[in-house]
């Protein structure tokens, strides 16, 4: 069992930046995927970014050269880098864990997720 907990989230004006994070614990597998995914109620659930555990990394096309996703091994953590926010980045973001995988953003399919954070951006 995994068990994911997000924080970092807030509210912030169109340009700024946020820093979330995620800490995992419980039983991880060596093999792994992790990813930042975020909703927007009426909308599907989208993947924003997304590394391995052999260190690959992808972003939504939406995201590239904005946001940076990173992990610390020692602590837990991953974390998603946030710069230049537009109001379209508003959501609900959640952090997620595709065990005995790697895997791309696009073809996750996590079988642990956190309970998210919101990051809300104004004009």
């Known amino acids: 069992q995994v068990q994911l907990v997000e924080s970092g989230g807030g509210s912030v004006q169109a340009g700024g930046s946020l820093r979330l994070s995620c800490a995992l614990s419980g039983d991880r597998s060596s093999i792994y995927c992790m990813g930042w995914f975020r909703q927007v109620p009426g909308k599907e659930r989208e993947g924003v970014a997304a590394?391995?555990?052999?260190?690959?990394?992808s972003y939504a096309d939406s995201v590239k050269g904005r946001f940076t996703i990173s992990q610390d091994n020692a602590k837990n953590t991953l974390y998603l880098q946030m710069n230049s926010l537009k109001p379209e980045d508003t959501g609900m973001y959640y952090c997620?864990?595709?065990?005995?995988?790697?895997?791309?953003?696009?073809?996750?399919?996590?079988?642990?997720w956190g309970q998210g954070t919101q990051v809300t951006v104004s004009s």
């Open positions: 590394i391995d555990s052999v260190g690959s990394i």
């Open positions: 997620a864990f595709d065990p005995w995988h790697l895997g791309h953003i696009a073809t996750m399919t996590p079988d642990y």
